[in-house]
C-alpha cells in the first residue's frame, strides 16, 4: 500500500512540475514555431496548387519529371 501511495505521490508531483514547466513558454516562441510550420505547408502545397492552377497536360508532364 506503501509503495502505491508513494507512486501516486511521485506521479501527482511530477506532473505539478510539469505544468509548471510548460506555462513558462514565451508567445514569441509559439508564434514562431506556427510560423516555421506555416512555412513548410506552404512549400510542401505550392507546387501542388500551381498544378491545380494550370493545365491538366502540363500537370501530367510536371508529375512524370518528379
Keep these: 500500500m ?4 508513494g507512486a501516486l505521490l511521485l506521479t ?15 508567445p514569441e516562441d509559439a508564434i ?4 516555421g510550420v506555416y ?3 506552404g512549400w510542401n502545397f505550392g507546387p ?3 498544378m491545380a ?3 491538366r497536360d502540363e500537370s ?4 512524370k519529371v518528379l
Excluded: P
Design 2 to 5: 506503501k509503495r502505491l501511495l
Design 12 to 26: 501527482a508531483c511530477s506532473s505539478l512540475f510539469t505544468g509548471s514547466a510548460f506555462a513558462q513558454a514565451k
Design 32 to 35: 514562431k514555431y506556427r510560423q
Design 39 to 41: 512555412r513548410v505547408i
Design 48 to 50: 501542388m496548387a500551381a
Design 53 to 55: 492552377k494550370t493545365n
Design 60 to 63: 501530367i508532364q510536371r508529375l
